[in-house]
């Protein structure tokens, strides 16, 4: 190699060298753009105003009509679980196999079991805590066993009644995934008689204990005419208080800052309520007091829970709420 190529080279090295270290020092100067594609443009910035458009705004709407790509969700039944006609489905417009069933499990327990419990028996560990809230439903009782898959995902979906919509948190696919794994568990709870003999419990303690409840609660709620229903008692009213899950939201010992009032020394009291026409008046709490509070709240609420949550139970037989009036009299006069 001769003198003048070997400088040559070094040369283009040295302004390869300079050029390629321009970074990082401080300068005065705009910074050199030799290319500059689109990188400065006018435009507008957004939540702009602009007196181009009518609306004086930069922001357009979409047209009407517009569908966002990936969002035309026609397929009713795997969006919303119900049919054209509105009603629900009752089958699962997924295909089932072990893993999608082992994904819905996965995902009951991180947003379910809390409150629904691991065999979806209502008792998630939220529920066993005085915490307030709505007693979350078993799985296993026959009214719930009776709903449609597309009711249960409408569950998930929609939320239902206190209970609020998971929909953010559990995407379509997954939904449909816990609706699998709840039937799983109601199959794995009604076991029948044969086959739980062949494990090693007592079956005939448990039916009995089973047969004792059962009637109990029978001679309570399973009166269907007033001739036949069972005298109001104040033990009465504690089996229906319990098996309303009032306690939720209601106590006895006075403590304040329930989600609804106290029952301690309600009876007999004086208070403003708000009518439903908006009106504050004051009442005294007797009798027919509690009985309207049970079977239309909305009626008169208590100025401090005037935003009340209290849902009707008109669906309570006579006997049942006249042996609530008498155990909510019963914690007054003791
Ligand atoms: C924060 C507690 C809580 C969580 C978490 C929760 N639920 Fe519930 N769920 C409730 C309560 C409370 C009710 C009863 C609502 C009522 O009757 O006002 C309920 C009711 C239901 C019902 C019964 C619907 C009916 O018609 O009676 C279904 C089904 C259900 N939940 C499914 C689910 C599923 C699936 C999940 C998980 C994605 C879930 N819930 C998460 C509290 C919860
Ligand atoms: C979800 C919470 C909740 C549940 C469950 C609930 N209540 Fe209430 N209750 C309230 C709230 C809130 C109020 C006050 C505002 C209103 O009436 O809505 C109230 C008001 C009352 C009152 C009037 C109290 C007063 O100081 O004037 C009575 C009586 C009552 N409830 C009885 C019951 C009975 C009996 C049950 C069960 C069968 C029950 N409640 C279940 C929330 C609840």
């Known amino acids: 190699m001769n003198i003048k190529r070997m400088f040559k080279v070094a040369g283009v090295f040295a302004l390869g060298v300079t050029l390629s270290a321009c970074q990082g020092q401080l300068s005065e100067k705009p910074p050199i753009h030799p290319n500059m ?11 702009e105003e602009n007196n181009f458009f009518a609306d004086g705004r930069a922001m357009r709407q979409p047209v009407d009509g517009t569908v966002a790509r990936g969002l035309a969700k026609t397929d009713l039944a795997y969006y ?20 999608f069933l082992y994904r819905g499990k996965e995902r009951y327990e991180i947003y379910c079991a809390p409150c629904h419990g691991q065999t979806g028996a209502g008792d998630g560990i939220i529920m066993e805590g005085n915490y307030g809230y709505v007693p979350a439903p078993s799985y296993h009782d026959q009214r719930v066993r009776e709903l449609s898959d597309g009711e249960l995902y409408s569950a998930i979906y929609n939320g239902v009644r206190t209970m609020p919509s998971y929909s953010t948190l559990v995407p379509v696919e997954d939904r449909w995934a816990i609706v699998a794994y709840i039937r799983a568990l109601q199959e794995s709870q ?8 062949e494990y090693p419990v007592d079956v005939d303690a448990m039916q009995a204990a089973f047969a004792d409840k059962q009637a109990r609660q029978d001679s309570i709620a399973a009166a269907s005419t007033p001739e036949d229903a069972p005298e109001p008692t104040v033990d009465m009213g504690k089996e229906v208080i319990t098996a309303n899950g009032c306690a939720a939201c209601h106590n006895e010992d006075g403590t304040p800052g329930g989600i609804g009032p106290t029952w301690a020394g309600l009876f007999g009291s004086e208070g403003e309520v708000i009518t439903a026409d908006g009106e504050t008046i004051t009442v005294t709490k007797d009798e027919d007091y509690i009985r309207e509070s049970i079977v239309a709240p909305e009626a008169a609420k208590p100025v401090d829970y005037a935003q009340g949550v209290m849902a009707s139970y008109s669906y309570l037989a006579d006997h049942e709420i006249e042996s609530i009036v008498l155990y909510i009299k019963n914690l007054s006069e003791n």
């Open 37 to 47: 594609n689109m990188d400065q443009q006018p435009r507008v910035e957004a939540q």
């Open 80 to 99: 919303e679980g119900i049919e054209e006609n509105g009603d629900f489905i009752d089958y699962i417009p997924v295909d089932l196999t072990k893993s």
């Open 190 to 197: 009604n076991i029948n008689e044969q086959e739980i003999r």
